[in-house]
């Protein structure tokens, strides 16, 4: 069992996101940054894979953290 | 008093249905044949209060949130909506639960999808998050985080995520990853913007909190996960936990002394607790009855599956048992919620395959049908549910489930058909909407309404809501029933000249709208 941190860039597609999982499939716990022109729009970008995920505890940030929605 | 952490959620939620369990699900209605205030009164009255604003029961999954977050040593409670104005001007973190903020949940979504009419959970939710104290206090940083069973709706909201600006989605059982986004909300730091909790991070049983103060309607929960592993179901993808004796008795007593005088076993099926695999164990249910009924006049059982009936009574004629504890002259009959899911063996074997265990699942049928003999014999009534629109639905298996409530008539029961809604181990299928309907569809709603309303209003008339200061209350439901009555006549009248098939030409355009919502 371990901790993974991925980080998607903007050009970055969710394939990246599965194909690192692939390659870990031991790990139980994903952290995964994600970067967009707004927070919300980064759990848009990966909502499919997130939809899918029942069996590993997932934490999303926005990438560069700080811009916050009115 | 002032809170760093205040707790709510909408009126649908902070209120406890007048002490019926059942009028709970009026909330995923849209308000019909009447105001929406006068609706709302039915199904989710104000609770009492006390003089800080704090509801004196409140939903047990928040208490859950609340109890970590008081045992991790934060400042937090529980508040009311309607008092949330002096909390949220100091607080600094606002944590939202609810079961269905969105209506996207059965059977919510039915309603919705059947009437075109937005359900009052969805509008009541909508208005808390629009408030002017919650803008207000949003616009000074106040961190946002919501969670609780429909917390994956967010995922297919995110217009609204953005509008309430919400900081942090947390799906599944967060009494553990809520202690470390309370520490970061409180210090500033970045939150998440979207937590799942996986199998590994739910609590242990010692690390499951005890409620602080009463929950709605007393409901303690005795057990979580489900060993059944319904392929439509999150609830079997986290691990089983038994709470002992000495955790339920703790928390029956908070009830108590509140003042609650009643209390609802909640498990995904209550005759598993302390089981080995799916073998009942008589001494442990029995204890575990004997030890509520010290605390309540009135016991009631959120879930039971079926099988377990059936199999708990043959072997070791457990439900007798168990009733002949439970029945005294305060208490005559039992409610409890059952799935009954399909009539269709082959689907059963492709959905759920151990749902007819420890009998084979080719037996289903008769498994509903003895257990229901069962349960009526006991006064036991079930609020069934069954899902339309389950992958690879055929209309052979429609038909089955259409004989198979016609065997079931003579029961008293409520059996509400629900819309598919992929979640658990079916999460990447296609949701179910009113355009995918087929006359098979049609058939068993219009079955399962004739089979509610008749049973429904034999239960209003003859022993639910008994007492004078349940007769406004009673009138209501009456008039209600009557309404529906009407209408279903009038249904039925336009079904049989052919209503349904024009309707249906132009289903699309009906649909737009819950199926935008749905869809996001």
């Known amino acids: 069992m371990s901790d993974l941190v991925i980080e998607l860039d903007a050009s970055d597609g969710v394939k990246k996101l599965v194909e690192a999982l692939r390659s870990n499939p031991s790990a139980r716990k994903i952290t995964v940054y994600v970067a967009a022109n707004d927070r919300i729009r980064s759990i848009e970008r990966i909502r499919e894979f997130l939809v899918n995920n029942v069996s590993r505890t997932i934490v999303v940030y926005a990438k560069g953290g700080g811009q916050r929605e009115a | ?266 498990s995904e099926d209550v005759l598993i607790y302390g089981a080995r695999g799916l073998e009942p164990n008589p001494d442990a249910l029995l204890k575990l009855h004997t030890l509520a009924k010290k605390y309540c006049k009135t016991l009631a059982w959120s879930h039971v599956t079926l099988a377990e009936v059936k199999y708990s009574q043959e072997k070791c004629k457990l439900i007798t048992k168990l009733t002949e504890v439970i029945y005294d002259d305060r208490q005559q009959y039992l409610g409890v919620q059952t799935g009954l899911e399909t009539g269709s063996v082959n689907l059963a074997r492709k959905i759920m395959p151990a749902k007819a265990a420890p009998y084979p699942i080719e037996m289903w049928p008769q498994v509903v049908e003895d257990a229901m003999a069962i349960l009526h014999d006991h006064r036991v009534v079930p609020a069934l549910t069954l899902i339309l629109g389950l992958p690879d639905e055929t209309e052979d298996d429609l038909a089955q489930t259409a004989e198979l409530l016609d065997r079931l008539k003579d029961y008293r029961s409520l059996i509400v058909p629900m819309f598919f809604v992929p979640l658990g181990a079916l999460r990447d299928r296609e949701w179910f909407l009113r355009e995918h309907l087929k006359d098979g569809h049609i058939e068993i709603m219009r079955r399962c309404l004739w089979h509610s309303l008749k049973w429904a209003e034999d239960m209003v008339s003859s022993f639910y809501l008994k007492g004078a200061h349940y007769a406004p209350l009673r009138w209501s439901l009456k008039l209600f029933l009557a309404y529906v009555r009407r209408k279903a006549v009038e249904v039925e009248k336009w079904l049989n000249e052919g209503g349904w098939e024009s309707a249906n030409k132009s289903v699309k355009e009906i649909a737009a709208l819950p199926r935008a919502a749905a869809r996001a």
């Open chain 2, 1 to 266: 008093m002032k809170l760093d952490i205040v707790i709510t959620s909408d009126r649908t939620m902070i209120t406890n249905h007048h002490g019926k369990e059942f009028l709970g699900f009026v909330t995923t209605g849209p308000p019909i044949g009447m105001p929406e205030r006068l609706w709302l009164w039915i199904c989710a009255p104000k609770p009492k209060v006390d003089k800080l604003g704090r509801p004196l029961e409140a939903p047990y999954g928040l208490r859950k949130i609340e109890a970590a977050l008081v045992d991790a040593g934060f400042n937090a409670a529980i508040i009311d909506p309607d008092h949330l104005g002096s909390y949220l001007r100091h607080a600094k973190v606002l944590m939202i639960g609810h079961h269905d903020y969105f209506a996207m949940a059965s059977p919510s979504i039915e309603w919705w999808l059947l009437t075109g009419s937005e359900p009052v959970n969805r509008r009541s939710f909508i208005r808390l998050m629009r408030r002017p104290e919650v803008l207000e206090a949003k616009r000074r940083g106040l961190r946002v985080i919501v969670g609780g069973p429909a917390a994956w709706q967010w995922l297919w909201n995110t217009d609204y995520w953005r509008e309430f600006g919400v900081d942090t989605v947390v799906d599944g059982e967060a009494e553990k990853v809520v202690i470390e986004l309370a520490a970061k909300a409180l210090n500033g730091e970045e939150l998440p913007l979207y937590v799942y909790a996986g199998p590994d991070d739910v609590p242990s049983v010692e690390e499951i909190p005890e409620i602080k103060g009463a929950s709605v309607n007393g409901l303690v929960e005795i057990m979580r996960g489900c060993p059944r592993g319904c392929r439509f179901c999150p609830v079997t993808l986290r691990p089983l936990r038994y709470y002992p004796l000495d955790k339920i008795e703790r928390e029956l007593r908070v009830n108590a002394s509140a003042g609650l005088d009643k209390c609802i076993l909640h």
